[in-house]
């Protein structure tokens, strides 16, 4: 209670000066008339304001502080969901898991259905990671090139609209690029695999006799392209909020626009833009349905990126739980429950890199 | 080429500005990078045009490096390979984007007609051209909407007591959780209804005992997905009512609750529909959640409380995964009625942000 820690008013990622003025509590300097929850240290200042018995005295059960309640409990909502989230999961996938014939992390393929069922995480995760992994190496350089150009070469007004696109585009569902992908762009990508393999089987990521087309590459294309929005939105917010006086500076001193934006912008939005690619990386490797639909689902670890096959956690369950028995859907919990550790752990990471680079500037402001 | 000079007093011309390359260098280096990327293609026979598209933009990339260095230098020549490499990124994504939006149009009208958005798909076999969307488009507008009943006041609920009451740690621990929950993925809030709503609590609420799938269990796992986002936009929003109106409030003896209810809420509200709008949109495009606890069907069910029901983007799922010579159409048809229906939503999402008072 006692300390209010410096950085209670860090709303936004600027630290702009609206929020400034919110170090206090909302409010703490005025005292209300009913406020009941007054903490210990602020008691004798509010006391000594209200002059003595001018203050209606507090009451336990109040509107205030049946409102406080009320509020207190919606906020901790959260915290129980994460923990049920935990709790639930890992109850139905203990008997899953005890019925297990084999090391669920080491085993490859996933029949749970079997009388003897027989199932193991290694080649999903494999799959989950290597499709999410090569996603992001192809979306980030492009994302940060159309942040780039829209936060500092197009002009304003086409900046503008072209960032009210993207922003639109990243709330197209995924079913729809998933039913893009399987449609329209698996015979493209198909050509190119079929190409690569001609040219370049010699790499063992081109390898393979075929058939090409729903693998890896496609599934990590498709993936690309539905992280490309979030990606280049967040960077390119963090790259605008560059301080001008920074940019000014080094273009004063006769920098080219490419080092004042290696030496300015790039080094001030890096932990904004690492965090920006933690949390598209923890979208790739939650996406379902896309991947549901584009890869082969085969159960393999290989890093073959075009011959059919590829799977992952998550598509994984879309397309196994219809035809899944008691164990079955336990086992399919059980690899909810990995991907669920997985991405939290992501998550956590971008947050606590994005809070850091917070107090940073708002330090600096 | 064209370099301003000085002459200095000994005759001697001093240049003040460094070389140039002309205009129309970057233009002519890009025909030459084709054409030559053309007769490597054909020549050795090793693929089409776009293979040389490709190259012609390798070739242009270094090709514009030399010819900048030895006529601008080094820096120069950095700076417009950059300049370039980031303008192609901007092509390159363009690319597959206008392609979804160009598909889904075009493909989406062949079969947007009235029996579309009159009809179900019960009774409708592999070889009927017929069949619609009906009973998915009640089902999304039914889950998203409950999901949104539960979600908008316990969110923005939630968003008030970090904003107003919350202080220390605890506080910035349920803060720290919202963020990481935003990236929880839409699967394991599936799950996790699945565990907790149909497998475990829906058999005492059924006729027989039997854990069943219903649009009701589709909702709760969509709140699970919405709290977060609410909570989070509410939150800014709520920290951007100025101070002064909650002070002048203050004294005048209003309690804080009533300050809250009648004074801040009111002035964040534009912003406070805004995120939800934003929340509702991206809830209405989940699949994998209903595939999960909603199971499906292909019948009308106004009834979200009990038996499956479809949605929208499950009936794309589901058409798209079917084998049928008509069901790639009607699958087209309803990706193009749910994405309508999410843009609609950001869009208005978005202007009404624009109108807010408080703004960032």
Known sequence: MGETPPRSADAGTGGSGVTTSHDRPAGASAQSAEYSATPSHRAPDGGGLGGGGALPRRRAFGAEQLFRVLTLAAGTMVLVIIVAIAIFLVSKAVPALQANHENFFTFKNWAPNEGEPRFGIAALAFGTVLSAVIALLLAVPVALGIALYLSHYAHRRIANTLGFLIDLLAAVPSVVFGLWGRDVFSGPVTDLSVWLNKYFSWIPLFGGEGPFGRAILLGALVLAIMVLPIVTSLSREVFMQTPTANEEAALALGATKWEMIRTSVLPYGRPGVVAAVMLGLGRALGETIALAMTLGATFAISFNLIQSGGNSIAANIANGFSESNDIGRGALIASGLVLFTITLVVNMTARVILNRRREFTEGAA | ?360
Request: proline letters at 4%; aromatic letters at 8%.
């Open chain 2, 1 to 360: 080429m064209s370099a301003s000079t000085l002459v200095s007093p000994s005759g001697t011309g001093v240049e003040l500005r460094g070389r140039r390359l002309s205009k129309w260098a970057p233009l002519g280096i890009a025909v030459l990078a084709l054409v030559l990327a053309a007769v490597v293609v054909y020549g050795t026979g090793i693929g089409g045009w776009v293979l040389v598209v490709v190259l012609g933009a390798v070739f242009y990339l270094a090709a514009l490096y030399l010819v900048a260095r030895n006529v601008e230098g080094q820096r120069a020549a950095n700076n417009r390979t950059w300049s370039a490499l980031i303008h192609s990124a901007f092509v390159l994504a363009v690319l597959p984007l206008s392609s979804v939006v160009w598909t889904l149009v075009s493909k989406g009208v062949a079969r947007l007609d009235g029996d579309f958005f009159g009809t179900s798909m019960n009774n409708i076999g592999a070889r009927d051209a017929n069949g619609g969307a009906y009973h998915a488009i009640i089902g999304t507008l039914e889950q998203v909407g409950i999901a949104t009943l539960i979600t908008v006041p316990l969110g923005v609920a939630g968003a008030i007591y970090i904003v107003e009451y919350g202080r220390g740690r605890f506080a910035n621990t349920i803060r720290f959780f919202v963020d990481v929950m935003t990236g929880i993925p839409s699967i394991v809030a599936g799950l996790f209804i699945l565990a907790f709503w149909v497998l475990i609590v829906s058999p005492h609420f059924s006729a027989d005992g039997r854990p069943g799938y219903s649009g009701f269990a589709a909702a709760l796992a969509l709140s699970v997905l919405m709290l977060p986002t609410i909570v989070r936009s509410t939150e800014e929003m709520l920290r951007l009512v100025p101070a002064p109106l909650r002070e002048g409030s203050y004294a005048l003896g209003i309690p804080k609750w009533k300050t809250i209810l009648k004074i801040v809420l009111p002035t964040a509200l534009p912003g406070i529909v805004t995120g939800i709008m934003l929340a509702v949109a991206r809830a209405a495009g989940e699949t994998a959640p209903v595939l999960l606890v909603a199971g499906g069907t292909a019948a009308i069910n106004f009834n979200p409380f009990e038996n499956n029901q479809s949605s929208l983007s499950l009936f794309v799922y589901g058409q798209a995964t079917e084998a049928g010579r008509y069901s790639p159409d009607r699958a087209w048809t309803a990706a193009l009625t749910l994405v309508a229906l999410v843009l609609v939503l950001t869009i208005a999402a978005k202007l009404l942000a624009r109108r807010s008072q408080i703004s960032r």
